[in-house]
């Protein structure tokens, strides 16, 4: 089995959002620091105060970061970031009240706002943080004959949800069972079933669009599309498996015939 990483967190984007301000998004791994920008000017902002939410306008809007002239002002801060977020001291001179937040958590995702509330006008912009968590897939073969192979493939603890597919070696998507998705503490458990009759190269690819990131297993299925043995060895186990069925029955008949061994089955 041969096991590849496509990964391409973006660390940041912008994006317009048609009112003038650009609303910004960063996309982070879980684990990793994100730092959330907020600079509005080159103004010194040493002497001012500044205050970073989580969530502002929602009932769990959380204490982040806060700064006033000088010092940290964290006795607010809420529990979830205590010891984890730091500014910049060296760039308060430029006007940078960017912070970070270390050891990034799937519930650190969510909407920030960066706060100047004792200027006049009051300044404000947001930041948009999303933690994703991007395992990866796990493929098996479940079962198979010598004419298919059942696959299933797994993606445990994913955040975003992810999209699940299987691709055969040229990138084809193999037709598949509807997903089984689960959800817990945020997290999703995706199961994803197949049967191919063909030898090839599988891959199951999980695709997290918003954060960026593919991520794919691949696996050797040889499916021996009968092979004179194996031709007999299939119509045999179709006979005995499906032997009220007249479809059944004349399949394994017409196969018979392409490998020469109908004599075995008369
Ligand atoms: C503010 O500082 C952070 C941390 O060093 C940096 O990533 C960011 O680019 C700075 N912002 C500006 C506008 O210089
Ligand atoms: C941030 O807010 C936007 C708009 O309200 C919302 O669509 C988005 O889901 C929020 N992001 C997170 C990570 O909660």
Same mark, same amino acid.
């Given at each position: 089995?041969?096991?590849?990483?496509?990964?391409?967190?973006? %660390?940041?984007?912008?994006? %317009?959002?048609?009112?003038?301000?650009?609303?910004?998004?960063?996309?982070?791994?879980?684990?990793?620091?994100?730092?959330?920008?907020?600079?509005?000017?080159?103004?010194?902002?040493?002497?001012?105060?500044?205050?970073?939410?989580?969530?502002?306008?929602?009932?769990?809007?959380?204490?982040?970061?806060?700064?006033?002239?000088?010092?940290?002002?964290?006795?607010? @801060?809420?529990?979830?970031?205590?010891?984890?977020?730091?500014?910049?001291? =060296?760039?308060?001179?430029?006007?940078?009240? %960017?912070?970070?937040?270390?050891?990034?958590?799937?519930?650190?995702?969510?909407?920030?706002?960066?706060?100047?509330?004792?200027?006049?006008? =009051?300044?404000?912009?947001?930041?948009?943080?999303?933690?994703?968590?991007?395992?990866?897939?796990?493929?098996?073969?479940?079962?198979?004959?010598? *004419?298919?192979?059942?696959?299933?493939?797994?993606?445990?603890?994913?955040?975003?949800?992810?999209?699940?597919?299987?691709?055969?070696?040229?990138?084809?998507?193999?037709?598949?069972?509807?997903?089984?998705?689960?959800?817990?503490?945020?997290?999703?458990?995706?199961?994803?079933?197949?049967?191919?009759?063909?030898?090839?190269?599988?891959?199951?690819?999980?695709? @997290?669009?918003?954060?960026?990131?593919?991520?794919?297993?691949?696996?050797?299925?040889? *499916?021996?599309?009968?092979?004179?043995?194996?031709?007999?060895?299939?119509?045999?186990?179709?006979?005995?498996?499906?032997?009220?069925?007249?479809?059944?029955?004349?399949?394994?008949?017409?196969?018979?015939?392409?490998?020469?061994?109908?004599?075995?089955?008369?």
């Amino acid at each position: 089995m041969k096991l590849l990483l496509l990964v391409s967190f973006l %660390s940041l984007w912008r994006r %317009s959002d048609g009112t003038g301000a650009a609303p910004i998004k960063v996309l982070v791994k879980e684990g990793d620091e994100a730092i959330l920008p907020c600079s509005f000017s080159s103004e010194n902002i040493r002497q001012e105060l500044f205050d970073w939410k989580k969530d502002k306008d929602k009932k769990d809007m959380k204490e982040v970061f806060m700064y006033d002239k000088g010092n940290e002002r964290n006795s607010a @801060q809420d529990e979830q970031f205590r010891g984890r977020v730091f500014h910049f001291p =060296e760039h308060l001179d430029e006007g940078n009240a %960017s912070i970070v937040i270390r050891a990034t958590k799937l519930t650190d995702s969510g909407n920030y706002t960066c706060l100047f509330p004792l200027l006049v006008p =009051e300044r404000r912009s947001n930041v948009e943080l999303v933690v994703g968590a991007a395992p990866k897939p796990s493929a098996t073969i479940l079962d198979g004959t010598t *004419v298919w192979a059942r696959l299933r493939c797994s993606v445990h603890g994913a955040f975003p949800k992810p999209d699940v597919q299987w691709q055969n070696r040229a990138g084809d998507i193999v037709p598949a069972e509807e997903p089984q998705v689960s959800e817990r503490g945020g997290r999703y458990d995706i199961i994803l079933q197949t049967t191919v009759t063909k030898t090839d190269h599988y891959r199951c690819v999980s695709t @997290q669009e918003e954060i960026n990131h593919r991520i794919y297993t691949e696996t050797y299925v040889p *499916v021996h599309v009968l092979a004179s043995r194996g031709g007999v060895l299939w119509v045999i186990v179709l006979l005995e498996e499906d032997i009220g069925s007249n479809q059944a029955l004349s399949t394994g008949y017409g196969m018979a015939l392409q490998n020469g061994v109908i004599a075995f089955l008369i």
